[in-house]
């Protein structure tokens, strides 16, 4: 009995000391989470009063026009394309909560800006950097097509799809770093293809799109992310 009894205070007293323990930790302050660099760069707080510029859409003509990455092999793009382009991305950022400065600065500018004396893709880096200098922007938007291909038949049946490579890159006009790049490369494939992409092929109604209309989503999914 006395056995019992010991055993008994032995288990009252683990217990009131674990439900002491987990109220502490239930009321102990937790440290604020820092958030990720990319995050960082592109939140709405780190945007708050800055101007961005965004620069007509280019086509580069080798690696060392492209401020990531590589040129597709046989890449092909239309000279009219970045027409097309620049009024879509122009329309998707007309709602944009950030300060976009009109699509005039950035042509004039980029017809105006130097490069600068460095070679390969430094001066290309630094090209746009004179380019938000110029425009007296925080941020530049780099726009770039690096490959085209148009849809072969129609949006019921496409004997070939669309394909679009391009890129939308961020960098910082003070410092001339990348903050921040998207890069979208798709060919619409077709639901035996990819059963993966199920959704995707609802959404789009079952339809083959076009090569601007499979462009005019990933300019949306990129804006997007970099938080314009």
């Excluded at 009252?12 to 989470?33: D, E, W, Y």
Aim: one cysteine or more.
């Amino acid at each position: 009995m006395r056995k019992k009894s010991l055993l008994l205070l032995v288990v009252a007293i683990a217990a009131t000391a674990f439900l002491s323990t987990g109220c502490v930790r239930r009321t102990a302050p937790t440290a604020a989470k820092a958030p990720a660099s990319g995050d960082a760069a592109t939140s709405a707080v780190a945007f708050l009063g800055k101007a961005f510029v965004v620069a007509p859409f280019t086509i580069p003509a080798t690696d060392a026009d492209l401020l990531a990455g590589y040129l597709p092999a046989n890449s092909n793009v239309p000279e009219v394309v970045p027409v097309h382009l620049d009024a879509a991305l122009a329309s998707d950022l007309a709602g944009s909560k950030q300060n976009i400065l009109p699509a005039r600065m950035g042509l004039d500018c980029s017809r105006s800006a130097p490069r600068g004396e460095e070679s390969g893709r430094l001066a290309t880096m630094r090209y746009w950097q004179n380019v938000g200098k110029c425009a007296g922007a925080d941020f530049v938007l780099v726009p770039q097509v690096m490959d085209w291909r148009e849809r072969e038949g129609g949006e019921a049946g496409a004997t070939k799809p669309a394909s679009v490579d391009l890129s939308l890159t961020l960098l910082d006009v003070r410092t001339g770093g990348i903050v921040k790049k998207f890069h979208f490369d798709e060919t619409q494939q077709s639901l035996t293809d990819n059963i993966l992409n199920a959704k995707q092929f609802v959404a789009r109604n079952g339809r083959w799109l076009s090569a601007i209309e499979l462009a005019q989503e990933g300019l949306r999914k990129g804006l997007a992310e970099l938080g314009l």
